[in-house]
């Protein structure tokens, strides 16, 4: 299982940019990045640690993967323009900035969501809800892409990646005394 997610995870992320697949330039980057650096690395880690597969890994690294892609999404709506020139196919070029800014929204609350609706079937326990104390850091993001603020958006990649690292740690300690107590 680890070597069969480790090769499709290379392949993935050989032929992101490489001939003759392109997938950033075919409308299938965001699906190598949610797969490789999402729910590929998680997945994968618990593999080697455990020795099995669990659908509990798969759906615990699903918030974390959905803000990895948050990140590219941000750059991909900051630098949409300037990629349609060079031939990209991201998402939002396929389907338009209002379409890319919903896009990165739904990348950035739904990890929340998925976090709620884990604590209410009994997934998580109530310490996850310390993920929630990054949820005004997603709002400035939000809100920073939709004005294009002067000072966040030309770097609200970075600020994404911030989030996404706070968001996974706050979400990794709230893991913590399930396993320890």
């Known amino acids: 299982m680890v070597l069969f997610l480790g090769l499709l995870g290379f392949i993935l992320a050989f032929f992101y940019g490489l001939a003759p697949f392109e997938l950033k330039y075919r409308g299938l980057g965001e699906f190598a990045i949610f797969f490789t650096f999402g729910i590929g690395i998680t997945l994968g880690t618990f ?58 929204v739904f990348l950035v609350v739904l990890p929340f969501i998925l976090v709620f609706v884990y604590l ?31 000072k966040i958006f030309p770097i609200i990649d970075v600020h994404t990646a911030q989030l996404h690292m706070i968001f996974t740690l706050l979400f990794i300690i709230s893991l913590l005394p399930s396993f320890v107590f």
């Open 47 to 104: 593999i080697v640690q455990s020795g099995f597969f669990s659908w509990l890994s798969l759906f615990l690294s699903l918030p974390q993967a959905l803000l990895i892609l948050a990140v590219l999404q941000g750059n991909n709506y900051r630098d949409l323009e300037i990629d349609a020139g060079f031939g990209m196919k991201s998402l939002s070029i396929l389907f338009g900035k209002r379409f890319a800014f919903f896009e990165y």
């Open 120 to 150: 209410l079937l009994g997934i998580v326990d109530y310490w996850s809800l310390l993920t929630f104390l990054t949820f005004p850091l997603a709002l400035k993001n939000i809100i920073a892409l939709k004005t294009e603020n002067e």
